[in-house]
């Protein structure tokens, strides 16, 4: 009888003190009329804009002159952004997709001299450098992603376990660098990329984290490095509440991808930890105060022979409905 009203009242308190974690974080890093607020949510919002753009100029049938108004705020904001925090290299990366509507349009023989003006006024400020990326809109084929796309997938996905042994043989972080850099390419809501990366290579500090998250007590010595993959709510608005765990948990699953492909053997670590123990987080990385954990990856090399954890999968038919 206690017991039971010990854990009815237990797992009550445990929500609750959950909620009210979770409530302050929607309060200080989601409000969707913080648009101005911070850094992030500023660049957040104008990644957005400038999506549309993107995603506008990649429609079969682009509408010509599409949402001048809206553009025209955008290089209001981004003027307004570009004198507040100097930013060449975000800047660019706005004003290029802008660039190819300019070009769009004038190719169909339409011209917004505002548009214009603004967007030449911007640039000879800023001075970007328009070789540094592409961006906007590519032309591209079906020939010319299928050529890289149809791969044995499924073997590479059948063949990446979570790996508990490792070698003894140094990680080379030059490629993990490398794989995070390819994980960016994960798909995120309006092109946000809210995660956040924490590379951890001393072993002391190794060491220091994997004891704090306990999942590899009996392999910690042998993991070469760590990366925590948090995610960031400044990149969100409003009902976006869960955005960061989704668009979080899928570069986290990229990365693990990337890694797997270079040979590397890694293991997801779960953060889900209560808020107590989550507030000890910032010992062991620099974690800003609106980000918040989606796993932690050990990473290392694989050695010559070993064993894996078969864990089998459920019959996808159990988990699928077909309409
Ligand atoms: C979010 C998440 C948290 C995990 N946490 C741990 C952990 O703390 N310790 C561990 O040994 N494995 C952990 N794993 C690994 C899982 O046990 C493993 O992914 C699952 O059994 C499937 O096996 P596979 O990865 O070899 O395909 C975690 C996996 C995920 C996705």
Same mark, same amino acid.
């Given at each position: ?18 909620? &009210? ?11 969707? %009329?913080?648009?101005? $607020? ?45 004198? /507040?925090?100097?930013? /060449? ?10 660039? $190819? ?18 967007? #030449? ?32 997938? #499924? ?16 990680? @080379? ?14 798909? %995120?809501?309006? @092109? ?54 989704? @668009? ?46 989606? &796993? ?15 864990? %089998?999968?459920? @019959? ?8």
């Amino acid at each position: 009888m206690i017991r039971n009203l010990r854990l009815f009242i237990g797992k009550r308190y445990n929500a609750f003190t959950w909620l &009210l974690y979770e409530y302050k974080l929607l309060i200080n890093h989601l409000g969707s %009329s913080d648009r101005e $607020k911070t850094k992030e949510k500023i660049k957040a919002n104008l990644i957005i804009e400038s999506h549309v753009i993107e995603k506008g100029l990649s429609f079969r049938d682009v509408k010509v002159g599409f949402r001048e108004n809206k553009i025209i705020d955008l290089l209001d904001t981004l003027n307004n952004y570009f004198l /507040r925090f100097s930013d /060449r290299d975000f800047c660019t990366y706005i004003l290029i997709p802008i660039k $190819k509507y300019i070009d769009f349009n004038l190719k169909k023989g339409h011209k917004n001299s505002e548009i214009i003006e603004k967007f #030449e006024k911007l640039t000879s400020v800023i001075k970007p450098d328009f070789s540094m990326e592409e961006g906007g809109v590519i032309s591209t084929t079906r020939k010319e992603i299928h050529e890289k796309a149809l791969i044995d997938f #499924e073997g590479f996905v059948n063949l990446r376990f979570s790996i508990r042994d490792f070698s003894d043989e140094p990680v @080379n972080f030059d490629l993990i660098r490398q794989a995070i850099k390819i994980a960016m390419k994960t798909p %995120s809501a309006c @092109n946000r990329q809210p995660w956040r990366v924490h590379l951890i290579k001393s072993k002391e500090h190794i060491i220091n984290i994997l004891d704090y998250q306990t999942g590899a007590r009996q392999f910690k010595q042998q993991i070469g490095c760590v990366i925590l993959v948090t995610s960031t709510y400044n990149s969100f608005f409003g009902g976006e509440f869960h955005q960061p765990y989704v @668009n979080g948990g899928l570069y986290a699953m990229t990365l693990i991808y990337a890694l797997h492909s270079m040979g590397f053997g890694t293991i997801p670590l779960n953060m889900g930890f209560p808020y107590k123990k989550l507030k000890r987080l910032s010992e062991f990385a620099e974690v800003s105060e609106d980000e918040v954990p989606i &796993l932690l990856i050990g990473i290392g090399n694989i050695p010559d022979q070993l064993n894996v954890a078969y864990s %089998s999968r459920f @019959n996808f038919q159990e988990i699928t409905k077909e309409y």
